[in-house]
């Protein structure tokens, strides 16, 4: 029996991005009718990439004197072990999205995020919570787009009992996530910055830096 395999598409349009020394090239992807972004997956870019970025996202946390490292899973978990790393730290946290056995009891934040159609829940297990209880937490993700998940991590480390002083992230979208954020928006130290794309009548696509 013949097996067919299915041919690659035409290549998407890309936006190059600067994250801190590196420059990288995203695919542009439709997100709404009129709206593009352009998505960063860490894991597609290679070791290297990862544990440059880590290494230069953590010297913008330094001066924060965070003893742990929180993140989202799971495009957050390469940059949180980076990012600990470089710290010279040796525990990190991770607010997950799936449910899992363990997580059955967990403490909950809903979320909705950019990338995802569906409502999620954040969920940090219990069993996790001495962690980050009194301790000065650092946040990292991929991404800050809406701010809707950097809100929701927030709020769910404070919940058990941690005290967030910085959020890092290789790049801010556009600029929603400070309305979103409010004062937090304060925190966030960032690698690099990105705009949302908006669909023009004749196909070519606007470059927004504010809001959409």
């Given at each position: ?20 020394s590196q ?187 504010g809001r959409?």
């Amino acid at each position: 029996m013949a097996i067919e395999i299915e041919q690659p598409g035409p290549p998407r349009p890309t936006y190059r991005a600067t994250v801190g020394s590196q420059e990288i090239d995203l695919p542009l992807v439709q997100v709404a009718d009129d709206i593009s972004i352009a998505l960063l997956i860490c894991v597609d870019h290679g070791l290297n990439f990862s544990a440059t970025a880590g290494r230069e996202l953590a010297d913008l946390l330094k001066p924060f004197d965070v003893d742990i490292i929180a993140s989202v899973a799971t495009m957050g978990i390469p940059l949180a072990i980076e990012v600990t790393r470089a710290l010279g730290l040796d525990d990190y946290a991770i607010l997950h999205k799936t449910p899992k056995i363990h997580l059955a009891d967990a403490v909950a934040e809903p979320v909705r995020s950019i990338t995802t159609a569906t409502a999620q829940r954040l969920l940090f297990d219990r069993a996790r919570i001495a962690a980050l209880q009194g301790k000065r937490v650092g946040i990292v993700d991929d991404v800050i787009s809406t701010g809707a998940s950097s809100r929701a991590a927030l709020r769910l480390v404070r919940r058990v009992g941690g005290q967030p002083v910085v959020f890092g992230a290789l790049l801010t979208e556009g600029s929603s996530w400070r309305g979103t954020l409010g004062p937090d928006a304060e925190m966030v130290r960032a690698l690099g910055a990105i705009p949302i794309f908006r669909h023009e009548a004749d196909g070519s696509l606007e470059e927004v830096w504010g809001r959409v």
